[in-house]
């Protein structure tokens, strides 16, 4: 399954774990399993990726003179943006009150999290108020923040409309 990593399109992701794993390395059991976990931004590249490793399953039992089960435990549709759905959270969020913090709990925020080893690059602090993350779809230009936070909002977030 590996080699097929190289030849699906660049967003679909291939994940496995072996469920039993009784008995040393050198030996091949007499029943083995595996759970895989494909996924992908689009619905169809996830279907042919999956029709693939279950080909790739198929083969290997041929191979081997072994047989093979497939079951399909779940599957998911890819994220649909519903822009007037995101135009209204945007303006009821442009609507509420910022929370005001104290510098007490900002110097709080900020030792914690040097605790936890995280960046913090105080961009997403505006005179003693948490800036509000204005990311909504096709809204690239709307993410604010410190960087790690723009960066994330552009690669999760932001959808082109």
């Known amino acids: 399954m590996n080699y097929l990593r ?13 469920t039993n794993t009784d008995g040393p390395a050198n030996i091949v059991p007499d029943f ?17 990726a999956s029709n693939r490793v279950d080909d790739c399953a198929k083969g290997a039992a041929l191979m081997t003179g072994t047989r093979v089960e497939i079951e399909l435990v779940t599957s ?3 994220m649909k943006v519903n822009r007037p759905l995101a135009e209204a959270f945007y303006q009821a969020m442009t609507e509420t009150s910022l929370p005001e913090y104290t510098k007490e709990e900002l110097q709080f925020a900020e030792t914690i999290t040097k605790e936890a080893g995280l960046i913090n690059d105080g961009n997403y602090l505006r005179s003693g108020t948490v800036g509000r993350p204005t990311c909504f779809a096709g809204d690239r230009n ?11 909002c552009d690669a999760q977030c932001c959808y082109d409309v």
């Open 32 to 48: 083995a399993s595996t759970n895989y976990f494909i996924r992908s931004s689009k619905r169809s590249r996830t279907e042919d």
């Open 142 to 152: 709307g993410c604010v923040g410190s960087q790690s936070y723009r960066a994330d």
């Open 76 to 78: 998911n549709q890819e």
């Open 6 to 18: 190289e030849h699906v399109a660049d967003d679909v992701r291939i994940h496995y774990t072996y």
